[in-house]
């Protein structure tokens, strides 16, 4: 008998359409936001099905005037690596919103916002957290960056580990309207130099975060 070749594995993330419901919570935008009840815990399929890396939990909620981000990672022998001025290969919390989203556009518009939570690199010893918007690559238009008053993050690192917590307000995601369009797409990936990745579904290959059709959903209200 021919021996065959084997065949790539196929991930079995691939094969699912996620939709999922926003933990709610009491709470506006703040300079200072807190953290997330276990109720905004959210999954991740790279390591829970296709068996990828764990080391982080995701929390996201929405609040009455802006969604709230939280990640903890562990098990870290160094410091996160993080830039201010390489916002898309820093370690930290990546998150991709569309705000109006379509099965038929798999190129990003206006309403697709990208952002950076990182728990370092910045400040004049490059130890204080940031929240910063990164243009999305291939895009068919882009929305301008939002204010800074309007993204917020705060971190705390300790014990080969470190948590942040961030919010964007509405007003910095173009499109936003609750009632007309209550479902958004969202992808989110935990990059870390040392440990590796973790994400919501596929692993965040240019082909998956420059696509918003390939982003899961979920309803805000």
């Not at 065949?7 to 079995?12: Q, Y």
């Not at 929390?59 to 390489?86: E, Y």
């Not at 990182?118 to 882009?142: C, E, T």
């Not at 470190?162 to 369009?181: K, T, W």
Request: aromatic share 8%; proline share 10%.
């Amino acid at each position: 008998m021919q021996e065959t070749e084997d065949l790539p594995a196929i991930d079995p993330c691939m094969m699912l359409r996620l939709r999922l419901e926003a933990c709610r919570i009491d709470r506006k935008f703040s300079d200072r936001p807190e953290p997330l009840p276990d109720q905004a815990i959210m999954p991740c399929l790279s390591s829970e099905l296709a068996g990828g890396p764990k080391f982080a939990q995701v929390r996201i909620a929405v609040g009455s005037n802006a969604l709230f981000f939280q990640a903890d990672v562990q098990g870290k022998s160094v410091l996160p690596w993080c830039r201010d001025s390489r916002l898309e290969d820093s370690d930290g919390l990546h998150v991709w919103i569309d705000t109006r989203p379509s099965a038929d556009s798999h190129r990003a518009t206006k309403f697709c916002s990208s952002f950076t939570f990182m728990p370092m690199g910045r400040g004049p010893r490059a130890d204080l957290p940031f929240a910063g918007w990164v243009p999305i690559q291939r895009a068919r238009s882009s929305p301008s960056p939002p204010p800074d008053d309007l993204l917020a993050i705060r971190a705390r690192i300790a014990d080969g580990k470190y948590r942040l917590v961030s919010a964007v307000q509405f007003d910095a995601l173009p499109g936003l309207d609750l009632n007309d369009f209550p479902e958004v797409a969202i992808y989110f990936a935990v990059l870390d130099r040392e440990l590796g990745c973790q994400s919501l579904s596929l692993n965040p290959e240019p082909a998956v975060t420059e696509n918003p059709s390939l982003w899961p959903k979920l309803v805000l209200t």
